[in-house]
């Protein structure tokens, strides 16, 4: 039933852009693993071996900081609706931070989002698919608002502080490499 590919394809990329979200892995050589959901729109397959996300600010940055300790890194999606598939993306990802030189060109394929704490650029080697029989069927009701209207009450020099204070390191101790001084750079 699994099947590899060393590429996405056009039917890869079509399956990822239906689906509301995805799980993002990884894990430093030591402590925890970290999986973690995401949506918000908040993916773009740049091509056949490259896939960008935006990471908003929340109260962990497990995968900045593991990044930093291994660069490996495995993104998944799963069907919750009538076409039964799982699709998993191996590779080494990279991090980009607000202020990094690279920062302006991996932003330019996001909406502007103040609160935007990372870029992750990964680089795929391996797709894997398999059949996806036994996740179970949900009906996608929409986006929740309370993250956005969270980091807007809090302003762009309060998400900062929130930066300094709860994402500087992960749960295991690990820096997640959030620069101390922030240019402002959107």
């Known amino acids: 039933m699994a099947r590899r590919f060393d590429r996405i ?48 600010t929340g109260s962990g940055n497990e995968t900045a900081a593991h990044l930093l300790q291994s660069d490996r890194m495995t993104l998944m999606w799963c069907s919750f609706d009538a076409r039964a598939l799982i699709l998993r993306a191996y ?34 080697d391996l797709v894997q698919t398999s059949c996806g029989y036994g996740v179970p069927l949900f009906d996608y009701r929409g986006e929740r608002e309370v993250l956005p209207k969270w980091a807007e009450a809090r302003g762009r020099e309060g998400i900062r502080r929130y930066w300094a204070e709860r994402n500087a390191t992960s749960i295991d101790g690990l820096p997640t490499g959030i620069p101390a001084d922030i240019p402002d750079r959107d």
Do not use: C, Y
């Open 9 to 56: 394809g056009d039917d890869h990329r079509a399956f990822i852009a239906a689906q509301q979200m995805f799980f993002v892995a990884t894990a430093a050589p030591g402590g925890r693993v970290n999986v973690s959901p995401k949506g918000m729109d908040s993916l773009r397959v740049l091509g056949p071996e490259r896939i960008a996300w935006l990471n908003h």
């Open 91 to 124: 590779g080494r990802a990279r991090t980009v931070h607000p202020g990094d030189d690279g920062w302006a060109d991996m932003a330019r394929h996001f909406q502007a989002d103040f609160a935007a704490r990372q870029i992750f650029d990964m680089r795929v």
